[in-house]
């Protein structure tokens, strides 16, 4: 049987549970199970606020949008990103007319803070750190960098939900946290994201940007007294951003079993790490920052001849992927083409194996056995 690089795991009669109290109190969309999810998601977490959207990518506009209008930055400004990432981190800087300065990654596939800091200059107005497939890399430093440059911070957390470092939600020091709840990361639904702004006025403005900038969504007004319920004020020009009560219910089940789910994946990585043992001459699993208790999103290889490596797993029926290639070589990001040699260099070597809970040993031992094998 094949080996998909993601296959989700729902639990199907809680969702269905869920899904049918939403169904049968008539209430599908903004409002009831998102607002339970927002509160669960803060009491998980220890962050102090927490708004459910329809995606990461719009978390992640919403965080540039909400910081570049309160602090009044301009068109032109800068903000340091990393060229190995899903282009969604950033395409968000771009929506709001800013410049993405590419900065090159470490060997956690982070942010390099030794580059972070000759990247930046008067026009910088903040740092977009990616966790990468869980992993914490350097963020403290970031957090330093950040804090003695007086510039403002995101942590693109589209793959850290139940990531901790050193037994705590890592990112408490930055100013907005966006985390992706899509099809096939660990804590699925079928599209949904949060953002987790650190001041309790962007978490309110964010609320407002993402209902089309009208200032009482339809549950606050249903759910509230008086004759003129109906009657909204239209602040701003805003979006259409918010999540649904469907895919909240599924979030709100998934989330009782993501510390289960991740402490799994753990499990996984170390049966990689134990078959590539002996074997770091031609396979290097890239490592795990220390202190990080990472979600595992993705166990990632580095290997010399990559795309024919993942011809070869292919003929097994194996399907690995690629996480990412360098965004500096699409047509839009090209202005930075040979800024970031680190990130050049290693996106042509890495290979992203199946990582998920519906593999056992068994089939870990073959795709690690294929593996091996492939290269030799």
């Given at each position: 049987?094949?080996?998909?690089?993601?296959?989700?795991?729902?639990?199907?009669?809680?969702?269905?549970?869920?899904?049918?109290?939403?169904?049968?109190?008539?209430?599908?969309?903004?409002?009831?199970?998102?607002?339970?999810?927002?509160?669960?998601?803060?009491?998980?977490?220890?962050?102090?606020?927490?708004?459910?959207?329809?995606?990461?990518?719009?978390?992640?506009?919403?965080?540039?949008?909400?910081?570049?209008?309160?602090?009044?930055?301009?068109?032109?400004?800068?903000?340091?990103?990393?060229?190995?990432?899903?282009?969604?981190?950033?395409?968000?800087?771009?929506?709001?007319?800013?410049?993405?300065?590419?900065?090159?990654?470490?060997?956690?596939?982070?942010?390099?803070?030794?580059?972070?800091?000759?990247?930046?200059?008067?026009?910088?107005?903040?740092?977009?750190?990616?966790?990468?497939?869980?992993?914490?890399?350097?963020?403290?430093?970031?957090?330093?960098?950040?804090?003695?440059?007086?510039?403002?911070?995101?942590?693109?957390?589209?793959?850290?939900?139940?990531?901790?470092?050193?037994?705590?939600?890592?990112?408490?020091?930055?100013?907005?946290?966006?985390?992706?709840?899509?099809a096939v990361k660990n804590l699925p639904t079928a599209d949904s994201g949060m953002i987790c702004f650190r001041e309790a006025e962007h978490d309110a403005l964010a609320r407002k940007l993402c209902w089309l900038g009208i200032n009482k969504d339809t549950y606050a007004r249903t759910a509230g007294k008086g004759a003129y319920k109906w009657k909204y004020d239209v602040e701003s020009v805003g979006f259409k951003y918010h999540g649904n009560s469907i895919m909240a219910a599924i979030g709100l089940v998934e989330l009782r079993y993501l510390d289960q789910m991740n402490a799994y994946?753990?499990?996984?990585?170390?049966?990689?790490?134990?078959?590539?043992?002996?074997?770091?001459?031609?396979?290097?699993?890239?490592?795990?920052?220390?202190?990080?208790?990472?979600?595992?999103?993705?166990?990632?290889?580095?290997?010399?001849?990559?795309?024919?490596?993942?011809?070869?797993?292919?003929?097994?029926?194996?399907?690995?992927?690629?996480?990412?290639?360098?965004?500096?070589?699409?047509?839009?990001?090209?202005?930075?083409?040979?800024?970031?040699?680190?990130?050049?260099?290693?996106?042509?070597?890495?290979?992203?194996?199946?990582?998920?809970?519906?593999?056992?040993?068994?089939?870990?031992?073959?795709?690690?056995?294929?593996?091996?094998?492939?290269?030799?």
């Open positions: 049987m094949a080996i998909q690089l993601f296959v989700p795991t729902f639990h199907v009669e809680e969702c269905l549970s869920e899904i049918r109290e939403c169904l049968e109190k008539g209430w599908t969309g903004l409002g009831f199970k998102t607002v339970e999810f927002e509160k669960a998601w803060c009491e998980y977490t220890g962050l102090p606020h927490a708004h459910f959207l329809n995606s990461a990518t719009v978390g992640l506009h919403l965080a540039v949008k909400i910081l570049k209008q309160t602090y009044g930055w301009q068109d032109g400004d800068e903000v340091i990103s990393t060229p190995l990432t899903f282009v969604s981190t950033n395409h968000a800087i771009m929506y709001e007319n800013l410049h993405v300065t590419f900065a090159d990654v470490d060997k956690y596939l982070c942010l390099d803070p030794e580059d972070v800091l000759q990247k930046i200059n008067s026009k910088t107005r903040a740092i977009v750190f990616v966790g990468i497939g869980g992993n914490t890399g350097q963020w403290e430093k970031i957090v330093e960098i950040a804090q003695a440059h007086n510039l403002k911070l995101i942590l693109d957390a589209a793959h850290m939900a139940g990531t901790r470092l050193h037994g705590e939600t890592p990112g408490k020091e930055a100013d907005a946290i966006v985390y992706s709840f899509q994946r753990r499990q996984l990585a170390a049966w990689y790490d134990a078959g590539f043992k002996g074997y770091e001459d031609i396979i290097r699993p890239i490592p795990v920052a220390p202190g990080c208790e990472s979600s595992r999103h993705l166990y990632i290889i580095e290997v010399d001849k990559r795309d024919e490596l993942l011809m070869a797993l292919n003929d097994y029926e194996i399907y690995p992927g690629v996480h990412y290639g360098d965004n500096t070589e699409y047509r839009m990001y090209s202005y930075a083409q040979g800024l970031c040699s680190n990130a050049h260099y290693i996106s042509k070597r890495i290979i992203s194996l199946p990582m998920h809970t519906k593999i056992d040993y068994i089939k870990l031992k073959n795709i690690v056995k294929s593996t091996i094998s492939s290269i030799y």
